[in-house]
Antibody, heavy 119, light 109 residues
Framework: EVQLLESGGGLVQPGGSLRLSCAAS????????MTWVRQAPGKGLEWVSA????????YYADSVKGRFTISRDTSKNTVYLQMNSLRAGDTAVYYC????????????WGQGTLVTVSS | EMVMTQSPTTLSVSPGERATLSCRAS??????LAWYQQKPGQAPRLLIY???TRATGIPARFSGSGSGTEFTLTISSLQSEDFAVYYC???????????FGQGTKLEIK
């Protein structure tokens, strides 16, 4: 059974940093790209970032480019999202999701972790 | 920039009746269109991909159709557990630039 478990969310001041983690199980982690999607309170879904299965290629939405960094550790079956220079507009539930092959649709999602940026 | 527009914003339907949700892309996405269901406090769940293929474990009452820029999600006979928010999403070839619609809230009439 595929499971994705996010952690690392919390309250942070504007300009601060936070690192999210997503622990994966139930599939061959290194064979699949992973992605982060966020949802601001009461709002819709926004794609944030993605990383290839090897970790060699990373992609970002324009809204977070230069501030967020996605990475993965195959030995720990974990994908990370390092978030720097956080803004109030980054407040959201952050979901990690597995990218299906060969379709690239997001076939499994974690339960999400809430990030609140506020002074 | 790709824009996905869903209609209506809110749809009120009685249990047992049919619900039809629409999604329009600002330019062709071929059949690279997915539908997700999200219930309050839960993560989205994949329902349909490839515009018309049901994901694993999704009941046959859910069906998708369309290609290019116009897509439809139909729920043939609404069950109580189907009342939720539904999102369409375009997914292009790698590298990803996933774009979601703003969602349609399906509520009990």
């Amino acid at each position: 059974e595929v499971q994705l478990l996010e952690s690392g969310g919390g309250l942070v001041q504007p300009g601060g940093s936070l690192r999210l983690s997503c622990a994966a199980s139930g599939f061959t982690f290194s064979s699949y790209a992973m992605t982060w999607v966020r949802q601001a309170p009461g709002k819709g879904l926004e794609w944030v970032s993605a990383i290839s299965g090897s970790g060699g290629s990373t992609y970002y939405a324009d809204s977070v480019k230069g501030r967020f960094t996605i990475s993965r550790d195959t030995s720990k079956n974990t994908v990370y999202l390092q978030m720097n220079s956080l803004r109030a507009g980054d407040t959201a539930v952050y979901y990690c999701a597995k990218v299906a092959r060969p379709t690239h649709v997001l076939d499994y999602w974690g339960q999400g972790t809430l990030v609140t940026v506020s002074s | 920039e790709m824009v996905m527009t869903q209609s209506p914003t809110t749809l009120s339907v009685s249990p047992g009746e049919r619900a039809t949700l629409s999604c329009r892309a600002s330019r062709s996405v071929s059949s690279n269109l997915a539908w997700y269901q999200q219930k309050p406090g839960q993560a989205p769940r994949l329902l349909i991909y490839g515009a018309s293929t049901r994901a694993t474990g999704i009941p046959a009452r859910f069906s998708g159709s369309g290609s290019g820029t116009e897509f439809t999600l139909t729920i043939s006979s609404l069950q109580s557990e189907d009342f939720a928010v539904y999102y369409c999403q375009e997914y292009n070839a790698w590298p990803p630039r996933y774009t979601f619609g703003q969602g349609t809230k399906l509520e009990i009439k």
